[in-house]
């Protein structure tokens, strides 16, 4: 794969690992296990003024301010209401200058941990046009499904969570 970020080709092997699978409108993602800090039930989340659509707002956790972003709301995949399986994955991201901040991630609900092989895993299809892969590091097969890989470094990315994710 391409990291466009610096142009250099990620090899299969260093994408292998663990990962915590999610569903968004009935598709399977995964997340580094790494990267995970802690999942949460959905909770309320304070909005915030003049900020984009996915940027649902911050909370609260434990004394620490969090951003929230609604992952649905940033692949283009629309809305959906609120359910029992519905949570909030508590990463950790890395910015330039900034170093290690902590973002939360709504997804539908969060299936399983997966093992998966260098092997199992391809580049990401270029689709041409406006549809956006930048976000996705990976495709990864698991026996008969694809798991779309989320390179969470890239989910925020320029300045769009500089202020709200150091507060």
């Given at each position: 794969m391409?990291?466009t970020t610096?142009?250099?080709?990620?090899?299969?092997?260093?994408?292998a690992?663990?990962?915590?699978?999610?569903?968004?409108r009935?598709?399977?993602y995964?997340?580094?296990?790494?990267?995970?800090?802690?999942?949460?039930?959905?909770?309320?989340?304070?909005?915030l003024?003049?900020?984009p659509d996915?940027?649902?707002?911050?909370?609260?956790?434990?004394?620490?301010?969090?951003?929230?972003?609604?992952?649905?709301?940033?692949?283009?995949l629309?809305?959906?209401?609120?359910?029992?399986?519905?949570?909030?994955?508590?990463?950790?991201?890395?910015?330039?200058?900034t170093?290690t901040?902590?973002?939360?991630?709504?997804?539908?609900?969060?299936?399983?941990?997966?093992?998966?092989g260098?092997?199992d895993?391809?580049?990401?299809?270029?689709?041409?046009?406006k549809?956006e892969?930048?976000?996705?590091?990976?495709?990864?097969?698991v026996?008969?499904r694809?798991?779309?890989?989320?390179?969470?470094?890239r989910?925020?990315n320029?300045?769009?969570l500089?202020t709200?994710?150091?507060?």
């Open positions: 391409i990291n610096t142009d250099v080709a990620i090899p299969a092997d260093a994408r690992g663990k990962y915590l699978s999610f569903t968004l009935g598709e399977s995964g997340i580094p296990v790494l990267k995970i800090r802690e999942i949460i039930r959905f909770t309320r989340i304070t909005p003024p003049q900020v996915f940027i649902r707002g911050v909370i609260n956790l434990r004394g620490k301010i969090i951003p929230v972003v609604d992952l649905r709301l940033r692949f283009n629309g809305t959906a209401e609120v359910t029992e399986r519905t949570c909030i994955i508590v990463a950790q991201f890395t910015r330039a200058g170093g901040l902590h973002l939360g991630l709504i997804v539908d609900g969060v299936d399983e941990v997966l093992n998966i260098g092997e895993i391809e580049d990401t299809p270029e689709f041409g046009g549809l892969t930048a976000y996705l590091f990976g495709m990864a097969k026996k008969s694809v798991i779309a890989l989320v390179d969470i470094d989910v925020v320029g300045d769009t500089a709200t994710a150091t507060s």
